[in-house]
């Protein structure tokens, strides 16, 4: 992990787009993830976050993963974690797969999202984007990303089922 100007901290391969709300050096946590491309594939390996704050009731949230390939400003292929409930330190353990064809210029969008109860919509916790050409896909590596705010005007825009 680096520090960028300004006390911005980052991780490998990590930027930040307009919908990143930087204005502030506190994060919402971390995220450990692992890259590897075997197969004509490139593996995700969601592990797990830690220093998430707790949910608006103040208990521990209950917690997924959403990842996404970014071409420009465009989200396509989806891919989720199960739900973790009760922990502000979620264990994932979950590998998330995307075809090496499909990553070619791409960026990697990685949101932490907290399930609510009834009918109320998920809320996003916090977000790391990795320009997946940044990477050394020549072999595995794990990282620590730290998690920063989505901007109020961009939230609206992604609703989490």
């Not at 911005?8 to 506190?26: C, H, N, T």
């Not at 590998?95 to 791409?106: A, E, P, V």
Request: proline share 7%; charged share 20%.
């Amino acid at each position: 992990m680096t520090i960028g100007p300004g006390g911005i901290r980052r991780g490998a391969g990590q930027v930040f787009s307009p919908r990143m709300k930087l204005d502030q050096v506190e994060t919402l946590g971390e995220i450990k993830l692992g890259f590897l491309l075997t197969k004509g594939q490139l593996e995700v390996e969601v592990f797990c976050a830690c220093q998430l704050p707790p949910s608006s009731l103040g208990q521990p949230p209950d917690t997924y993963i959403k990842t996404y390939l970014k071409e420009g400003e465009k989200q396509i292929q989806k891919r989720k974690t199960r739900v973790i409930r009760s922990t502000t330190s979620p264990q994932y353990r979950q590998t998330l797969k995307y075809n090496m064809s499909d990553i070619q210029g791409r960026h990697l969008l990685v949101m932490v999202w907290e399930r609510q109860k009834g009918f109320d919509h998920n809320q996003p916790i916090g977000a790391v984007e990795i320009e997946l050409g940044r990477l050394d896909l020549s072999r595995s590596m794990t990282c620590w990303y730290p998690l920063y705010p989505l901007a109020s005007r961009q939230i609206g825009s992604v609703v989490s089922p």
